[in-house]
């Protein structure tokens, strides 16, 4: 389980590291010291970042003169691999939802049930756009009964009577 939550805690900041907008990606350590008690960082976030090598890098910002932190290269190699991969699969997507949707009752879920698992399901990042959004004759969003609740429903599923 320690291992499941190491993993949780590089992905988070693999994924605050993608999202900068330098070049190449960055984040700054002091960022990541201000986020360490919701990343549950105990022993702060340099000790995290020197437990994965592999992964990532510190250096010192050329023109902020402050610790900062990138992927390594092997580690956006992969990054790269796997948002590939995920594109590719785009088919085998939807067809997932399809069949987690089939067997609700209503033929909807919540969406923030599908974001709970959306990586065990082996969903792209932007799936809304990528997989929901692409397919409006199979997918559609409603809004709940709540405020801030989304429902995702199947639509035609004679599509899918192979």
């Not at 330098?22 to 350590?29: A, D, E, G, L, Q």
């Not at 902020?64 to 932190?69: E, I, R, T, V």
């Not at 699969?89 to 923030?112: E, H, Q």
Request: charged share 20%.
């Amino acid at each position: 389980m320690e291992k499941y939550k190491n993993l949780l805690k590089v992905i988070s900041i693999q994924d605050l590291i993608l999202a900068s907008q330098s070049t190449p990606p960055s984040i700054s350590i002091d960022f990541l010291h201000r986020l360490s008690q919701k990343l549950h960082l105990n022993r702060g976030p340099s000790a995290f970042l020197r437990t994965y090598p592999h992964i990532f890098h510190i250096f010192t910002h050329p023109v902020n003169l402050q610790p900062y932190c990138t992927l390594t290269p092997a580690a956006r190699l992969i990054v790269r691999q796997e948002s590939d991969a995920l594109n590719k699969s785009t088919p085998l997507a939807v067809t997932r939802l399809v069949k987690l949707l089939s067997m609700s009752l209503t033929k909807k879920l919540p969406l923030r049930a599908i974001f709970k698992v959306w990586r065990e399901l082996g969903l792209p990042d932007n799936f809304e756009d990528s997989v929901i959004s692409r397919n409006p004759d199979i997918f559609s969003l409603r809004d709940g009964n709540e405020p801030n609740t989304h429902y995702l429903l199947l639509g035609d599923t004679d599509l899918f009577a192979h």
